[in-house]
């Protein structure tokens, strides 16, 4: 099911399972995928910096996080898309046909982060905290924005704790279904 005019952004903190479900979607309904944390960590990759020394770097110029913003923006106007990024959801609040905010305990967040990418729990841990430290404090200074005013601007705010990824694909695929549905009408 293709629909030009789809877009879907899901937003959450680092290790709810974002680009995963975002991927998913994305096939599911035949729309295209972009994952702002993608387009961070090759840029990350392309500069030769850790994830947390190019969060450091974002914090001394808007630069960064400007350009990945409005790439979201831009992507989400050209339609047919799902995509995945902390702050997508309200960025793309006026564009955006299915605004999802995806949620877990931190413990939860820091184990999933810690398996997918083999390090140990403890580096997870801090290089996942000092990332969001960042993170939190550049929202707030460049645009004014809280993770709450993100997850006050979806239509559906899920916990993915207690279950697995087929799982939270069932919800999230029939919700977007029936948001869809509802578009048609």
């Given at each position: ?10 937003s ?63 992507e ?22 299915v ?24 580096e ?20 004014d ?41």
């Open positions: 099911m293709t629909d030009r005019n789809v877009v879907v952004a899901i959450g903190l680092h290790g709810v399972g974002k680009t995963s479900q975002a991927k998913r979607l994305a096939n599911s309904f035949g729309l295209r995928h972009v994952s702002g944390g993608i387009i961070f960590r090759d840029l990350a990759k392309i500069k030769g910096a850790s994830l947390v020394s190019l969060s450091n770097a974002a914090e001394e110029s808007n630069e960064i996080d400007y350009l990945i913003d409005s790439r979201m923006v831009e989400g106007r050209k339609g047919n898309v799902v995509i995945d990024a902390m702050l997508c959801a309200w960025f793309l609040r006026d564009i955006a046909h605004k999802i905010f995806l949620s877990a305990p931190e413990r939860v967040r820091i184990a999933r982060i810690a398996s997918r990418d083999g390090v140990s729990y403890q997870a841990y801090n290089e996942t905290l000092a990332r969001e430290a960042s993170e939190m404090n550049r929202f707030k200074r460049y645009y924005l809280t993770i709450e005013d993100v997850k006050n601007s979806c239509d559906l705010i899920l916990s993915t704790e207690g279950l697995d990824e087929d799982e939270v694909f069932s919800i999230l695929k029939y919700y977007v279904q029936l948001r869809i549905s509802k578009l048609r009408q």
